[in-house]
Nanobody, 117 residues
Framework: QVQLVESGGGLVQAGGSLRLSCTGS????????MGWYRQAPGKQRELVAT???????TYADSVKGRFTISRDNAKNTVSLQMNSLKPEDTAVYYC???????????WGQGTQVTVSS
């Protein structure tokens, strides 16, 4: 059974940094496209960043230059380094794993990030 477990959320002041991590189990981690999404209160879940299985990365315009996604297939982890945090980054952050050939799509339980002004 596939499990994704996030860690690293918390409360930080504006301008600060946090690092989120997601560890996968029950899966061949390296074949999955990994991503981070977030959902703020009253808003739809949105894509933050992706780390493709081929090594490519993408970012939402709102986080470009501030967030960095990385993956370590040997450790079954994907991380999100978040710098220069803003109050509008406040949300629950979710780890996602996708394997398109068989429509596999898995989510972690989410971790809260709160940025105070």
């Amino acid at each position: 059974q596939v499990q994704l477990v996030e860690s690293g959320g918390g409360l930080v002041q504006a301008g600060g940094s946090l690092r989120l991590s997601c560890t996968g189990s029950g899966m061949t981690f390296g074949i999955y496209d990994m991503g981070w999404y977030r959902q703020a209160p009253g808003k739809q879940r949105e894509l933050v960043a992706t780390a493709g299985r081929g090594g490519s990365s993408t970012y939402a315009d709102s986080v470009k230059g501030r967030f960095t996604i990385s993956r370590d297939n040997a450790k079954n982890t994907v991380s999100l380094q978040m710098n220069s945090l803003k109050p509008e980054d406040t949300a629950v952050y979710y780890c996602n794993a996708k394997y398109t050939p068989n429509d596999a799509n898995y989510w972690g339980q989410g971790t809260q990030v709160t940025v105070s002004s």
